[in-house]
């Protein structure tokens, strides 16, 4: 009896060593894991124009499941959370006609420099395939897409899109897939 439990003991301490981990791991590095294990990539990575439009790789697709994440790093959670007046790391907006509707005026303008320490992403999905996915910053003040592909770019109208912004709510990862 005595060496049943002593096997179950050592058996089971890895187990917890392992969850242990893995949960620390998610907790830091948040849903960037799940969306790399779990989501197929078909992202644009040329960028000839001035102008970045990424709602743009919605343009010929029919899917309904389409989703726009974004991923507040610990850093832009504040500023983030003023604007969405909600705390956390993942927001979502996943209302097709709204996100349609918003295509228009989310433009980046490239600035030809690039701007340091981006950590937040911004990701479009559609049907669990990542369509874009760069980093950016949203402030009151500044607003932009920072990509190794294109540098620095600024948005357009950051009140219009700061209000498009606020449309995103709270999630877990079980609202993204």
């Not at 439009?53 to 003023?82: A, F, T, W």
Request: charged share 25%; with cysteine; hydrophobic share 45%.
């Amino acid at each position: 009896m005595l060496a049943l439990r002593i096997m179950k003991l050592k058996y089971s301490m890895p187990a917890l060593f392992f969850f242990i981990l893995i949960s620390a791991a998610l907790e830091f590095f948040g849903f960037q894991i799940w969306l790399a294990y779990f989501a197929k990539h078909a992202i644009q990575t040329e960028y000839d124009s001035h102008v970045i439009r990424p709602l743009s790789v919605l343009d010929h697709l029919d899917s309904d499941d389409v989703k726009m994440i974004l991923l507040i790093s610990r850093q832009d959670q504040n500023e983030i959370g003023e604007i969405l007046n909600a705390k956390g790391s993942c927001f979502l907006l996943d209302d097709r006609r709204y996100i349609l509707s918003i295509k228009n005026y989310w433009k980046f303008y490239r600035k030809g420099g690039d701007m340091s320490t981006v950590d937040s992403k911004m990701i479009i999905l559609a049907n669990r395939t990542v369509l874009f996915q760069e980093n950016i910053i949203v402030s009151k003040e500044l607003s932009g897409l920072q990509s190794v592909k294109f540098g620095w770019a600024e948005v357009d109208e950051n009140g219009r899109f700061l209000n498009s912004i606020q449309n995103f709510r709270k999630c877990s990862f079980t609202d993204i897939f």
